[in-house]
């Protein structure tokens, strides 16, 4: 049992916890891979952009800087994992002096990204701009308390759980009110999307619920035990929402963007979907 330590200091339980080769391995690979696919999207959702209609065009530009912001947070993540730990008798210990692992580069990232990733979703369902602009503000006032809120109480888990929980459940607050907002949008993109495509807002509705709500188990997690299973999985879960709700959800807004363009006349975009040129008029019919 390691003794315990000034939470200021050591912020996070990774600090506090000793690492088998296998455990602290696999915490290496995951966010080796996380930040590996957010830099590989990149040129993905800029080429994207260019078989879109001009006023969709902005949904996977975005995609792109979020993908940038993301990759280099979880580099960041990654370079401080390595010099965390050192390899002592057989396991990987937390170092006692120098770098210290925090979780905080993590909500620095989601303060840039997050505000975008919404953002995004009232420019795909071609909301007229004023009602664009103020959906946006209101999605991104509850998101910023949600994430600032949940920042501070992440520095209770080294013990102080009365800090972790009352913290929690205020950033929780938060993410009710972002979710109410957020359906606000998907039902104004429902009403605003072509027959063929009305089912896509609804199944981004069921994603978002299902990928964001990953994170506050990730945040909650700690409690169950200051142990290697719980670092790694919790690392594993983060990276696993981060990768749904940011390179996946940008997928599926940038594929129905481009079956939106296709619908609106945009010979690029039915090209893009068919490699014939019958397929293409069928699928700028059908959506496809």
Known sequence: MIAPVDANVVGNIENLVTLTAGQYTSGSLILMVSYGAHFAFILYFLMASMQLAPRYRVVPIISAVVMASAGLSLLREFTTWQETYEFVGGMYQPVTEGETFTNAYRYGNWTITVPLLLTQLPIAFALARPDLHKRAFRMA???????????????????????????????????????IEVRGVITAGIANSPAELKAWPKNIWWFFLATWGLYPIAYALPQLGFTGDVVVVRQLLFSIADISSKLIYGVILSRYVLRRSALEGYLPSAEALSTTPAGSTAASIRGD
């Open 141 to 179: 006032i509850p998101a910023l308390l949600m994430i600032w809120t949940g920042l501070y109480g992440q520095f209770g888990e080294t013990g102080d759980w009365s800090r972790l929980n009352i913290w929690g459940v205020i950033s929780t607050v938060f993410f009710v009110w972002l979710i």
